[in-house]
């Protein structure tokens, strides 16, 4: 047997929770180290978040293009190439796993690389190594669920799409949640012929009911069949999709399928001996100082099988750093934690929809706004729901640069700021950010600019 490394903390997997974790410590005077079984980044840097938007920003500036003539420019030619999308996507993702695998070093935190295995509460196995640490934080992510339904050769989730050199002419996507929709933008744009089936009444179900109106109706290419229960799969020439609709059985044709029907926590091999508690999910169960049930090792990000989203996570890994170093009064607060989906226009959104008698709403359309008309953009909104008393409840924005802006209405929603509050700064003109002060400004009945 090896004799074994001792730290003061070791993380398992080094995608945003975990790396967050290693550098924080590390920053912090632990000796810490940390094992990665594929590559550092996790799959938000090799296998999402980052490959999808380097498609998207290409895809956003050939339709640009495509529009010279309206912003009073001459006609400009461009294509799309997926075999020229995948050489970008990886030449950012590398530099991106680079750039991180050097944090990792100059901070000082040793690198194994292959897959931990628990031998005890605070010891592991990782190939022929043998560590053993005071704390332990598992950070080893999720991966795309896939039902034995599914089970077909070929049909790709989103681990597999970011390998496609070119894309197909059909392509159906099973799932029309953040993922789904994401790769329906990419592809619609690529030139396939895409039909999105959503087992839910409508696509991006987590949202408000009018972002799912605004978005369908945006994306008119896009066949979407909702209420839609998959009862078969089959491949021949081409992929056979059975679903059951409201308005009775039909038959979907195409030339691939993704599966986009969630993820699954991963959790690491060894821990189920040790009596690890798990969700009814099969997540990794913490409290909120993300402690699990065994002394001394917690469980950040995706594994928790919670709030699967990479900011989380590194949000999480600071949490449960904290309370490693003696720190017993931070925990997560999870009320104000922003979602984000890169269509087009972009969707984003923060807090959580509340009813009853007294709330106030405001809401400010995309087609009023100074702002928006230079940028030639009409689609989307921005709604404000306050409390009785006035304090933000819920923001969500359907908006050239959602994504950007949810982050000042994060602010706003989790520290419970007052409409008036909100309103107190002076928000420039002309910029997308006024779409949040008109939002705010009509809950008040003070919009003066609102149509």
Known sequence: MNTPHHYDLFVIGAGPGGYTAALLGARKGLKVGIAEGAQCGGVCTNRGCIPAKSYIESIG?????????RYGLDPVTASLSLENLHRRKTRIVTRLVKGIEHLLSRAGVDVYPGYARFTGEHSLHIGEAHVEASSIIIATGSRPKRPALFDVPGLMTSDEVFDLRSSPASL????????????AHIFSHLGAGVTVVEAMERVLATEDEEVSRTLVSAYRKIHFVTSARVVSVEKNSQYSLTVETPSGRQTLIGDSILLCVGREAVVPNGLSELGIALTPAGGILVDGTMRTNLPGVYAVGDVTGAHMYAHVASKEAQVAVARILGDTTRTMDYSAIPSVVFTHPEVASVGRSRDGEGRKTGTFPVSSLGRARTMDESEGFATVLCSPEGLMERVTIVAPHATE???????AVQRRLSVEEFLAPCYPHPTMAELLKEAAEDVLGLSINKP
């Open 61 to 69: 500036l050939v339709i640009r293009m495509a529009n010279a003539q």
């Open 172 to 183: 159906l996507i099973v799932g029309g949640g953040v993922i789904g929709m994401e790769m």
């Open 405 to 411: 802006l949810i982050s000042w209405a994060s602010l």
